[in-house]
């Protein structure tokens, strides 16, 4: 018997009944497909993290409504329709995800076939299916997106003899697909071990080694998928988590599913952490994607982490916005512009999160995600994460940012070492992140007009000082002094016939 909230804030109350007037279908934005549409509205996606939060339905002691209903709390101080929470969502558990901690009981999607804990991959779990629903439909009445993954790369490529080996019953050693667990077939189709490149998990396409046996189960655990999902046309498909296939792989399933469903498709690739290109296979990575028309969007979380950029908060925020442009030149060039989601970002503290979350908004992405809480102070991360997630949705209902763009050369100069990103729409609206900010003079080459300047705290969105109306010149910069005391600030210009 699932568990349920009893008690719902009138927050979340109005949040649902606002969905409910909607089919809460999600799509690519035709105005500007740098973003997602819901119901044909442009919207920007704002998410936060939970424990086991990546893998919710597979464990049934994970009450994931409490969380549901949280980040519906904080999306809705957006008070707009333009801005949506997102979940991230694993429908089967990958056995290794080693950052919640243990637990006691997991539900895959195919039913056991003996005691000995063996699956039938031809027969599906009821329970599974009705949790997965479920959750689907409680993030639907809310009106949130899921980005649901259809593999894991985790699971498959770490193992005996993989990228690195988690232990007895971990990753591929208790994957279902491995000959070991399942009762369909033995060693002579798939090995019970692995490879952190080349996995035989992936070899089985038609243009690979053939494998006819275990490919048919593949087919029928996405056709499964693919009939639940019909009903939700909130979801995401993307494609795998961090995946280190290569590019035929990634094409395969693209083509397969994009031929069976209305929903969109992309993808999520592990990068080489050094470039940006793919860890496995150099072409599966977020530049090529992002100008392939077969996918509707790319994950780009792995190709902006802080993992490419030295664990440097700040460094990563800017990096990755720099990237983030090179996605959109090379989509242009291919006339194949969609949106890139981050759905998960690594740096998760109280200080250094916050700067992240915020330079995806100003860096041109269509969402901003926390991954995890970390290990140190759980708690106070995660109230951290929800509330600095709560305070960029709340900026973001109140910008047309589906009419601004990323233009990071409009700050001309700024105090110190102070870093800067802008998104602006010239004339009505600039958005400034300042980080590592001194307090001094910043000069922005605004448009001429008579503005309101409001400076923001990122984590709570509370206003630094009173409000000020100020004259941009047009034929030279507008200074802006920064306040003291704030190392992170946000300044929002509104034209004031605009704002």
């Given at each position: 018997?699932?568990?349920?909230?009893?008690?719902?804030?009138?927050?979340?109350?109005?949040?649902?009944?606002?969905?409910?007037?909607?089919?809460?279908?999600?799509?690519?934005?035709e105005?500007?497909?740098?973003?997602?549409?819901?119901?044909?509205?442009p919207?920007?996606?704002?998410g936060?993290?939970?424990?086991?939060?990546?893998?919710?339905?597979?464990?049934?002691?994970?009450?994931?409504?409490?969380t549901?209903?949280?980040?519906?709390?904080?999306?809705?101080?957006?008070?707009?329709?333009?801005?949506?929470?997102?979940?991230?969502?694993?429908?089967?558990?990958?056995?290794?995800?080693?950052?919640?901690?243990?637990?006691?009981e997991?539900?895959?999607?195919?039913?056991?076939?003996?005691?000995?804990?063996?699956?039938?991959?031809?027969?599906f779990?009821?329970?599974?299916?009705?949790?997965?629903?479920?959750?689907?439909?409680?993030?639907?009445?809310?009106?949130?997106?899921?980005?649901?993954?259809?593999?894991?790369?985790?699971?498959?490529?770490?193992?005996?003899?993989?990228?690195?080996?988690?232990?007895?019953?971990?990753?591929?050693?208790?994957?279902?697909?491995?000959?070991?667990?399942?009762?369909?077939?033995?060693?002579?189709?798939?090995?019970?071990?692995?490879?952190?490149?080349?996995?035989?998990?992936?070899?089985?396409?038609?243009?690979?080694d053939?494998?006819?046996?275990?490919?048919e189960?593949?087919?029928?655990?996405?056709?499964?998928?693919?009939?639940?999902?019909?009903?939700?046309?909130?979801v995401?498909?993307?494609?795998?988590?961090?995946?280190?296939?290569?590019l035929?792989?990634?094409?395969?399933?693209?083509?397969?599913?994009?031929?069976?469903?209305?929903?969109?498709?992309?993808?999520?690739?592990?990068?080489?952490?050094?470039?940006?290109?793919?860890?496995?296979?150099?072409?599966?990575?977020?530049?090529?994607?992002?100008?392939?028309?077969?996918?509707?969007?790319?994950d780009?979380?792995?190709?902006?982490?802080?993992?490419?950029?030295?664990?440097?908060?700040?460094?990563?925020?800017?990096?990755?916005?720099?990237?983030?442009?090179?996605?959109?030149?090379?989509?242009?060039?291919?006339?194949?512009?969609?949106?890139?989601?981050?759905?998960?970002?690594?740096?998760?503290?109280?200080?250094?999160?916050?700067?992240?979350?915020?330079?995806?908004?100003?860096?041109?992405?269509?969402?901003?995600?926390?991954?995890?809480?970390g290990?140190?102070?759980?708690?106070?991360?995660?109230?951290?994460?929800?509330?600095?997630?709560?305070?960029?949705?709340?900026?973001?209902?109140?910008?047309?940012?589906?009419?601004?763009a990323?233009?990071?050369?409009?700050?001309?100069?700024?105090?110190?070492?102070?870093?800067?990103?802008?998104?602006?729409k010239?004339?009505?609206?600039?958005?400034?992140?300042?980080?590592?900010?001194?307090?001094?003079?910043?000069?922005?080459?605004?448009?001429?007009?008579?503005?309101?300047?409001?400076?923001?705290?990122?984590?709570?969105?509370?206003?630094?000082?009173?409000?000020?109306t100020?004259?941009?010149?047009g034929?030279?910069?507008?200074?802006?002094?920064?306040?003291?005391?704030?190392?992170?600030?946000?300044?929002?210009?509104?034209?004031?016939?605009?704002?």
């Amino acid at each position: 018997m699932m568990k349920q909230c009893l008690i719902v804030s009138l927050a979340v109350l109005a949040a649902m009944a606002a969905a409910q007037a909607g089919e809460q279908r999600v799509g690519v934005y035709e105005a500007n497909p740098h973003y997602f549409a819901m119901d044909g509205a442009p919207v920007f996606l704002v998410g936060a993290t939970y424990p086991h939060g990546w893998t919710p339905i597979s464990r049934p002691e994970i009450d994931y409504m409490e969380t549901l209903d949280r980040l519906a709390e904080e999306v809705g101080r957006a008070e707009s329709d333009n801005v949506r929470g997102v979940l991230r969502c694993l429908p089967y558990d990958p056995l290794n995800h080693l950052h919640d901690g243990e637990i006691t009981e997991v539900i895959q999607p195919w039913r056991e076939a003996d005691d000995e804990g063996r699956y039938d991959l031809g027969e599906f779990e009821p329970e599974w299916e009705e949790r997965l629903r479920h959750y689907l439909g409680a993030a639907q009445e809310r009106g949130f997106v899921v980005a649901l993954e259809v593999w894991d790369d985790w699971s498959v490529t770490r193992g005996e003899n993989g990228a690195w080996d988690p232990g007895e019953g971990a990753a591929w050693n208790g994957h279902p697909f491995n000959p070991d667990n399942n009762v369909n077939y033995g060693e002579d189709v798939l090995p019970t071990t692995t490879q952190g490149c080349n996995a035989p998990f992936y070899q089985t396409l038609p243009d690979k080694d053939n494998i006819e046996q275990a490919l048919e189960y593949q087919h029928a655990y996405v056709d499964h998928l693919l009939g639940i999902v019909a009903d939700y046309p909130n979801v995401l498909l993307t494609l795998s988590n961090e995946t280190r296939a290569d590019l035929a792989w990634s094409r395969y399933w693209a083509d397969y599913i994009g031929e069976r469903t209305s929903h969109l498709v992309g993808e999520m690739p592990s990068t080489n952490r050094e470039d940006g290109g793919g860890e496995c296979d150099y072409d599966l990575n977020p530049l090529t994607l992002s100008a392939d028309p077969r996918y509707d969007y790319v994950d780009i979380a792995q190709g902006v982490s802080r993992h490419e950029f030295g664990g440097d908060p700040v460094a990563q925020a800017v990096g990755g916005a720099e990237r983030i442009q090179t996605y959109f030149d090379a989509m242009n060039e291919a006339g194949a512009v969609k949106p890139l989601l981050v759905i998960k970002d690594y740096t998760n503290d109280q200080q250094d999160g916050p700067i992240v979350l915020w330079s995806r908004l100003l860096g041109g992405a269509a969402s901003s995600r926390f991954h995890r809480s970390g290990e140190d102070e759980p708690e106070q991360r995660i109230d951290a994460q929800f509330r600095t997630a709560g305070s960029l949705a709340w900026l973001a209902g109140r910008i047309p940012f589906w009419e601004m763009a990323p233009q990071h050369d409009l700050m001309e100069s700024a105090p110190g070492d102070t870093q800067a990103l802008v998104l602006a729409k010239p004339g009505e609206c600039y958005v400034v992140q300042f980080m590592e900010a001194s307090a001094g003079e910043a000069q922005l080459a605004a448009e001429q007009g008579t503005y309101t300047l409001r400076w923001l705290d990122p984590v709570t969105a509370d206003a630094i000082g009173e409000s000020q109306t100020v004259e941009a010149p047009g034929d030279e910069p507008l200074t802006l002094q920064l306040p003291e005391d704030h190392d992170h600030v946000i300044a929002w210009l509104a034209a004031e016939d605009e704002g």
